[in-house]
């Protein structure tokens, strides 16, 4: 396979309901969509869903757009290439980056299974053909307002509630949707906002009456000590997100009793190639996994929806309907969810169709990197730099 032109297409659409973690809060989205093209005229599409700021990660939109056209299309433009698990071995010169990443990575998924007539889940081994799906509720203004939206999205029949916590949000709202919901599966997750004061180590122990399915992320990425403590001290399984960029990270947590779940985002780890090592490695080592996610559009969302029919994903994913999200998903027929339950597509590739349409109406900007005419490179990447870009805005 050979890839002949690669492009960046910047795409705003607003959320139906803005989005409040305990670092930002957001109404609309700006995501990067990367198109592949090979030599048969066949596309491949994956999503770069970073934050435009740095809160989650190091990365932005803007400098993943900078990874993605300087380094990332430049080395699988008219490379050639046999199965996408090789596609991260063409850019392995770059350190970190891995939302960029993970769009192109993801990119050349959707383009192989769909040239050889496949499924993406079956090409990255799933054997599901339905996934749970759970919601992740952000930081509301009022206790109210957030027993409102639990209350909508149990009566949308989701299984289960992610509600983000941050010091002073905590134990009061997780008392009272508890109080409102006894028998509804909770999690929480704190994107990494508490300490380890002896007061911010009391409320998260505190935590354990709840009887919640996880806590997330409760203390800094970097800080995989202070997760394998309060993993020692409480029932509740302790989950790590920000923490596993790498498979390296995951050994590190691993061999830390660093937690006993383990979010999987496509996007945090660089692509379904490193996605679908981590669950082998999570799965041998018997913790259990579930795709998290990034508010991604309909082509990242495809993507993750695929990922999470791997057997190790036994646990609801972030990964719920479109429309939770978006009024209008850039891909055909969106992604939806009865009961929470979100069936796995058997055509080829993604299984959706990209609304091109839709993306030129919402674009911001795009930049195009094509092949020469015949030249192709076999094996080592190119030296650092655009081949021939062309942008517009
Ligand atoms: O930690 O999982 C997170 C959104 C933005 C930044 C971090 C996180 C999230 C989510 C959203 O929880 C999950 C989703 O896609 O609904
Ligand atoms: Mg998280």
Redesign the pocket.
Known sequence: MRIVEASLHLVRLPLVHA?Q?SSHR?THLDHILVRLVEESGAEGWGEIAS?SDPF?CPETTETCWHIAERYLLPSVVDAVWEHPAELPRLWRKVRGNRFAMAGVDAAGWALWSETRGVPLAKALGGTRSEVVAG??L?IEPTYDALLDQVRRQVDAGYPRV?L?IAPGWDTEPVRLVREAFPDLAIHV?A?GAYGETAEELAVLRGLDDFGLLMI??PFAPRNLVAHAALQRGVRTPVCL??SVDTIDDLRTALALGAGRVL?I?VSRMGGLTAAVAAHDLAREHGVDVWC?????FGIGRAANVALSSLPGFTLPS???ASA??YARDVVQPEVVADQGVVRVPDGPGLGHTVDAAFIGENRLKETTITAPATSARRGSPPAAGPATAGSAA
Do not use: A, I, L, R
Request: hydrophobic share 15%; charged share 40%; glycine share 10%.
């Open positions: 989005f973690t957001k934050p989650y919601v992740s952000g992610k983000k997750d994107n997330e992320q997100d920000e979010n985002k998290g996610g990034m508010h991604e972030d990964v719920s939770k999200y």
